[in-house]
């Protein structure tokens, strides 16, 4: 009788792909230790975005620019940005309607995207596009040989932060066009853990379920 019990859990596991957003798990250890759901590597020149219905990733455009993401580029599960997300962002209307976006940080090259990594919360950069605030954490991947020990933005080079925040400011840049997105401040982890704490609060408000504290 065990032995069925334990077929018929494993079958209830695997028959179904997991949707990456909400059933995926946030993490080990939130708000500080994370789970992130990458759509986009550091070498596609395609922007690619989890389909909202079938939780399959699919092609929502090609980059306009030259530019490229500086990092790993994704969001953590059952996270929105919604009500309580907007109050921490001064000079936002309303949340982007979005799982909280994350830049990882890897010294290795990953070059596949619809993976999952578990990484490291050390700040974040405060982004307003069209009035909606749309922060995107910066984290390090965890057990990363070189970064791996980063508790802060103090302890990664300042460079790779800039690079994030001139990427974030321009990637929607057109010409005689005025750029809809401004990057208004950068954030320390403390900042950083009440954000994802504020997407988790605002993810169970709109879909339900627990939420780790």
């Known amino acids: 009788m065990a032995k069925k019990r334990l077929v018929e859990r494993r079958n209830s596991v695997f028959q179904f792909r997991p949707h990456p957003w909400h059933g995926l798990d946030v993490g080990p250890e939130p708000p500080g230790v994370l789970n992130a759901y990458i759509e986009i590597t550091p070498f596609d020149l395609m922007k690619y975005e989890v389909d909202k219905v079938s939780g399959y990733l699919r092609?929502?455009?090609?980059?306009?620019t030259s530019a490229q993401h500086p990092a790993l580029y994704g969001f953590i599960p059952r996270t929105y940005c919604a009500e309580r997300v907007c109050k921490?962002?001064?000079?936002?209307?309303?949340?982007?309607?979005?799982?909280?976006d994350i830049c990882v940080l890897s010294e290795r090259a990953i070059t596949r995207n619809e993976i999952i990594v578990r990484c490291r919360v050390i700040g974040g950069l405060q982004m307003i596009d069209r009035g909606e605030a749309d922060d995107k954490i910066i984290a390090v991947l965890e057990g990363d040989y070189v970064w791996g020990e980063a508790r802060g933005l103090s302890d990664v080079p300042p460079v790779l932060v800039e690079r994030l925040q001139h990427y974030f400011s321009t990637y929607k840049m057109m010409p005689g066009v005025e750029t809809p997105t401004?990057?208004?401040?950068?954030?320390?982890?403390?900042?950083?853990?009440?954000?994802v704490m504020a997407a988790m609060a605002d993810y169970q408000s709109a879909f339900g379920g627990p939420v780790k504290s």
Do not use: M, N, T
């Open 59 to 64: 092609v929502d455009r090609p980059q306009r």
């Open 88 to 100: 921490l962002a001064p000079g936002s209307k309303r949340g982007d309607g979005d799982p909280l």
């Open 182 to 195: 401004k990057v208004d401040r950068i954030y320390e982890r403390d900042h950083a853990l009440k954000v």
